[in-house]
């Protein structure tokens, strides 16, 4: 292929390169996503002897009309609701902590990244021993220390009250050191200048991070808290392996609602109905966070 | 003592305190690989959890036993080596092309890409399971890697990375005769080694562990890889923690090797996709 630029072969080179990655993106992502959404309006289930038809918005009414999905819908939106900020903030303390460099840094830095090298589906496992509910399981031990002995061993898989909030924290554990390191490079961006001059203002600590590291940080915020709420919508292996959605629907998820749906119950339209909903709540997050990012450039 | 030397004290307490929370998951798991069966759960609340008193192989024995462990490995290596490979020639070649080449197609491909990003997996897995299964294409290597070749974040990684590299040096070969191939594999590829890094390593982090998809495409152990093996072991008794640690461990290890090695790549690329994306 030797082309000029500009010329019409490199219009044809241009089509060749991309031909094979595009020809995957349609097969294996829009077509199936195409797929989703035109099955959502049909009655269609795994070995019904009824004809498929269209049925309109038919699957939609029953989802937001079922308690378990709107269960499945209200925890997911919990979960973001807890682990986004509580991650996010906790990452950024951990990166402020370690912003200063010490011959220590890469170190830690490596030792906190280290969870997302995990498989959630190990994570899980491991965590379900952890969780263990008697006073020997390590976190009611680690608590009942804490707490001076006043804590009582609690079954947190099987607590209805209990496993969500324990689904989270496994999640925080495994994401925080992810948000960190980006938080971190983050940081050391910051040109160094503004906090000098910050600090001639006569600006102290508090307002130096307020007024400069804060809006240093926009972007990389912006970025860590648009993946952690996507993933937090994703929620499944957790939920499969830890708590299978109980007790009592307290850990089911959208994800886990559509693949039993699917494979449990044979109901292909919920499922695929399910996938929609998902894909609109992920659209919403993306658009919000674009909007986010135009405004300060608008700014700026 | 002044201030300062009270705050750095601090925050370097801090830290350690952190850190052991951090690492308290993860020794249990490898400590409690090598400790006898009957003391991993009863130990687990005590500073004998991190410190055995008694070290056995007989976890490790017991899983070579039970599964094919080596099997297993082969196939979460075959399966992940050949995704990354394929994905990284397939998506630099597009992005090479949506970043330097003009085409009539362009601004088309550059939608769909971006597109592509939004949809999650999870929101198609099912409907793809579908698809592919009335093909009859399942239960072999192919249909667990082929799908994920084509991977809309690499191809906006390498699209960024691209943009960023000087043209000069491609222009200078263009026009001393050598075509898009030639420049893109002689000056494109060894300035971006950086980016090819990158999206190697996010691509393995995140197929390494995959669950959801093998569980749906695949019956029995002929091809499936590693995470799938673990979840038998969680099911089928006897319910050994002994044995299901042990094989944790081993299935990370490849991960953790690869993770020590490539330490600052790692960190690197995670930082590279915030900043940029």
């Known amino acids: 292929m030797n082309a000029a630029p500009g010329s019409r072969h490199e219009a044809a080179a241009g089509w060749l390169l991309s031909l094979p990655a595009l020809l995957g993106l349609v097969l294996f992502v829009l077509a199936p996503f195409v797929f989703a959404v035109a099955v959502s309006f049909t009655g269609l289930r795994l070995g019904s002897p009824l004809p498929v038809h269209f049925v309109g918005l038919r ?239 608008e700014v700026a | 003592m002044t201030r300062r030397t009270l705050a750095a004290l601090a925050r370097h307490a801090a830290l350690a305190a952190l850190a052991v929370v951090f690492l308290a998951p993860v020794l249990f798991l490898i400590v409690g690989g ?52 394929c994905g990284l020639i397939v998506n630099s070649l597009a992005a090479y092309a949506l970043a330097r080449l003009r085409w009539a197609g362009r601004s088309l491909a550059m939608g769909l890409v971006l597109a592509m990003l939004v949809i999650p997996f999870e929101s198609i897995a099912v409907p793809l399971f579908y698809g592919l299964s009335a093909l009859g294409w399942r239960n072999d290597y192919s249909v667990q890697i082929v799908p994920f070749i084509a991977n809309p974040l690499s191809i906006w990684l390498f699209y960024v990375f691209f943009l960023g590299l000087p043209r000069e040096f491609e222009e200078a070969a263009r026009v001393d005769g050598a075509g898009v191939l030639r420049t893109f594999f002689g000056i494109v590829v060894p300035n971006a080694r950086a980016a090819f890094a990158t999206v190697a390593i996010v691509t393995l982090l995140f197929y390494w562990g995959m ?39 081993m299935m990370v290890a490849p991960v953790l090797v690869l993770f020590v090695a490539f330490q600052r790549w790692f960190v690197r690329g995670v930082a590279a996709t915030g900043i940029k994306g």
Do not use: C
């Not at chain 1, 973001?80 to 830095?109: F, G, H, I, N």
């Not at chain 2, 609340?45 to 024995?61: D, E, H, I, K, M």
């Open chain 1, 59 to 297: 699957a939609y009414e029953r989802l937001f009309s079922d308690p378990v999905f709107l269960r499945a819908l209200a925890n997911n939106a919990l979960f973001a609701l807890v682990v986004v900020p509580v991650q996010t903030a906790a990452a950024l303390a951990l990166a402020l902590l370690l912003e200063r460099p010490s011959r220590l840094r890469a170190l830690y830095r490596a030792l906190f990244f280290l969870p997302v090298v995990f498989p959630l589906s190990l994570v899980s496992v491991v965590w379900v021993l952890l969780y263990a509910p008697g006073p020997d399981g390590m976190i009611n031990a680690a608590l009942h220390w804490l707490s001076l002995g006043h804590w009582r061993p609690h079954d947190f898989l099987h607590d209805p009250r209990l496993a969500l909030a324990a689904l989270m924290l496994t999640s925080i554990w495994q994401g925080l050191g992810f948000q960190m390191v980006v938080l971190l490079a983050g940081l050391q961006a910051v040109p160094a200048e503004r906090y000098e001059a910050a600090r001639v203002d006569g600006a102290g600590a508090w307002r130096r991070f307020l007024h400069v590291t804060l809006p240093g940080l926009r972007n990389p915020l912006l970025f860590v808290v648009l993946v952690t709420s996507v993933l937090a919508f994703r929620v499944f292996d957790q939920v499969r392996i830890m708590t299978h959605g109980g007790p009592d629907y307290a850990t089911t998820t959208l994800i886990y609602q559509a693949v039993q749906a699917a494979f449990d119950r044979g109901n292909v339209a919920r499922s695929a109905a399910i996938s929609v909903v998902f894909f609109v709540i992920v659209l919403g997050v993306a658009l919000a966070q674009r909007r986010l990012l135009r405004e300060r450039r």
């Open chain 2, 34 to 85: 090598f400790k006898p069966q009957g003391r991993i759960l009863t130990e687990a609340g005590s500073w004998r959890a991190f410190f055995p008193a008694q070290v056995t192989l007989q976890n490790y024995r017991e899983v070579f036993a039970r599964v094919s462990f080596g099997h297993f490995l082969l196939n979460s290596l075959l399966i992940n080596a050949v995704m990354v490979a």
């Open chain 2, 211 to 249: 669950y959801l998809w093998p569980l749906l495409m695949t019956a029995g152990p002929r091809v499936r890889p590693l995470p799938l093996a673990i979840a038998t072991f969680y099911t089928l008794p006897p319910l050994r923690w002994g044995d299901i640690l042990a094989f944790g461990t």
